[in-house]
């Protein structure tokens, strides 16, 4: 169902990998709500192919950008704004990985060459991301930047690893920039903090789909779908959230108030 939403408005999706991808709902939503978009990922990432054809679907330019290179960032905004015919009004960052995860290593244990490079796949690229759309005056005014994220930020999630500190820093981001793009720009800039969802991140973490289970029972509403989180971020990209800005948005069916659920009692 489509209400223009985005009727006009130009944006940046990362991290479309598959079609399980939260980035891959969320850029189907962008253009069925009137948006132009680019599609970006890490060059790796488009060995799979995948992302060829969701742009071919939507009709958008896919640009490879490591986020952690500030050249790469900086070509990927230049060729979007010439791709797009203007400067950009929002931006999607949707990209995580952790590599004492991947490489199963326990938390107490850490190899912290790894750790840095988590951080700064997971966290600093958000920092990067923000400065190189800042340096290059790319934003519109009005604009909106969202990054996605997860309670383990807050409290314990013991499999979660080192993506928790990954998080509290993306978050703190959110706030410390969106202090400077509101003032400079009037652009907003959120997280959104998601359920857990089958996606090739998600599904990384050790005991993913008993905790899958754990947290649809936890939550009143059970887990949020991408298809919802995609709605979600259609929100926070439209007019219709100006004033919200340097939030940590939970978007997970209540999870984040519950204490204890008699549907987890009887699991
Ligand atoms: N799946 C979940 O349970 C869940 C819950 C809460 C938050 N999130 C967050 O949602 C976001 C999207 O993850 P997803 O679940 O859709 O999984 P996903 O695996 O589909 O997406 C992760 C993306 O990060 C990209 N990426 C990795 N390194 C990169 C780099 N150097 N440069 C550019 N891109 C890079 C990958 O190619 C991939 O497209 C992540 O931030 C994740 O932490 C996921």
Same mark, same amino acid.
């Given at each position: 169902m489509s209400n223009n939403l985005l009727k006009g408005k130009r944006g940046v999706i990362f991290g479309a990998l598959d079609d399980k991808s939260i980035a891959w709902k969320v850029a189907e939503r962008c253009v069925e709500e009137g948006a132009a978009i680019t599609l970006t990922n890490a060059p790796v990432a488009m060995r799979f192919g995948e992302i060829q054809k969701l742009g071919e679907k939507l009709n958008a330019e896919v640009i490879p950008a490591d986020a952690t290179s500030l050249e790469d960032l900086e070509n990927l905004f230049q060729q979007s704004m010439e791709a797009l015919g203007g400067k950009i009004d929002f931006v999607l960052h949707s990209i995580g990985m952790s590599l004492n995860v991947r490489?199963?290593?326990e938390y107490t244990g850490l190899n912290y060459d790894w750790m840095q490079k988590t951080f700064d796949i997971s966290a600093? /690229?958000?920092h990067k991301v923000m400065q190189t759309l800042w340096k290059m005056e790319a934003m519109n005014d009005w604009g909106s930047i969202l990054a996605l994220t997860y309670i383990a930020a807050q409290r314990t999630f013991p499999d979660y690893?080192?993506?928790a500190e990954s998080k509290a820093l993306l978050e703190s981001f959110?706030? /410390?920039f969106g202090y400077h793009f509101?003032?400079?720009?009037k652009v907003r800039v959120n997280?959104?903090?998601q359920s857990p969802t089958r996606t090739t991140a998600g599904s990384g973490v050790k005991g993913f789909d008993e905790f899958f289970d754990y947290a649809d029972k936890m939550s009143p509403l059970g887990n949020a779908s991408s298809e919802s989180c995609a709605d979600y971020c259609i929100m926070l990209f439209s007019?219709?959230?100006r004033m919200v800005t340097m939030q940590n948005l939970y978007h997970d069916g209540g999870f984040s108030s519950m204490g204890m659920s008699p549907k987890v009692l009887e699991m």
């Open positions: 490489k199963k290593k600093i /690229s958000f690893s080192e993506m959110a706030r /410390s509101g003032e400079r720009n997280t959104i903090s007019d219709f959230t």
